[in-house]
T-cell receptor
Framework: DGGITQSPKYLFRKEGQNVTLSCEQN?????MYWYRQDPGQGLRLIYY???????QKGDIAEGYSVSREKKESFPLTVTSAQKNPTAFYLC?????????????FGPGTRLLVL | AQSVTQLDSQVPVFEEAPVELRCNYS??????LFWYVQYPNQGLQLLLK??????LVKGINGFEAEFNKSQTSFHLRKPSVHISDTAEYFC??????????FGQGTELSVKP
């Protein structure tokens, strides 16, 4: 089955700790995205990557970092500089092929602060 | 800049009644439009999309939407809802190859 996997489903962070959220896709899409979802605020773009070894900041990149060393993988690190990390994090990949234009989402990771 | 406004944050409706979830967008160029559904603690699932062609778009689970360029709207409709349609619905807009911009979401609550 083709799709996007995110792990873990739940993640707990202690104060001052960096944590990494995993996102893997086997859809052969070039573009991948990370969003943060808070109640009543819709989805906000953190980082995106349109090709391997290249990525751009989204609207709320402060306190986050990413890498894109492989086409299939786009991990997100929530650093200790992110003071309010509790949220639902969604990874997506995108088919940019004309009539196939669609963004597909993973199941999400919920990050909680201890 | 593009923006999306979902006009209702919550829509309560009785089972088997019709429903319309409203979405307006602003953009100065051609756009692609999408509706996604999110069930609790899950990712977003594509319901339907408009890229070009017929302005009436049919999607999964009996939903449809109509693209109205003059009113810059893309309202989602279903003639008869089920309890299982209870979820949050997101409208989104993008320019071709651009970033996807989401509305704030509409919570649809279907009551027996």
């Amino acid at each position: 089955d083709g799709g996007i996997t995110q792990s873990p489903k739940y993640l707990f962070r202690k104060e001052g700790q960096n944590v990494t959220l995993s996102c893997e896709q086997n859809l052969n899409h070039d573009a991948m995205y990370w969003y943060r979802q808070d109640p009543g605020q819709g989805l906000r773009l953190i980082y995106y990557s349109q090709i391997v070894n290249d990525f751009q900041k989204g609207d709320i990149a402060e306190g986050y970092s990413v890498s894109r060393e492989k086409k299939e993988s786009f991990p997100l690190t929530v650093t200790s500089a992110q003071k309010n990390p509790t949220a639902f994090y969604l990874c997506a990949s995108r088919d940019l092929g004309g009539e196939r234009e669609t963004q597909y989402f993973g199941p999400g990771t919920r990050l909680l602060v201890l | 800049a593009q923006s999306v406004t979902q006009l209702d944050s919550q829509v309560p409706v009785f089972e088997e009644a019709p429903v319309e979830l409203r979405c307006n967008y602003s953009s100065s160029v051609s756009v692609y439009l999408f509706w996604y559904v999110q069930y609790p603690n899950q990712g977003l699932q594509l319901l339907l999309k408009y890229l070009s062609g017929s302005t009436l778009v049919k999607g999964i689970n009996g939903f449809e939407a109509e693209f109205n360029k003059s009113q810059t709207s893309f309202h989602l409709r279903k003639p008869s809802v089920h309890i299982s349609d209870t979820a949050e619905y997101f409208c989104a807009v993008t320019e071709p190859r651009g970033k996807l911009i989401f509305g704030q979401g509409t919570e649809l609550s279907v009551k027996p």
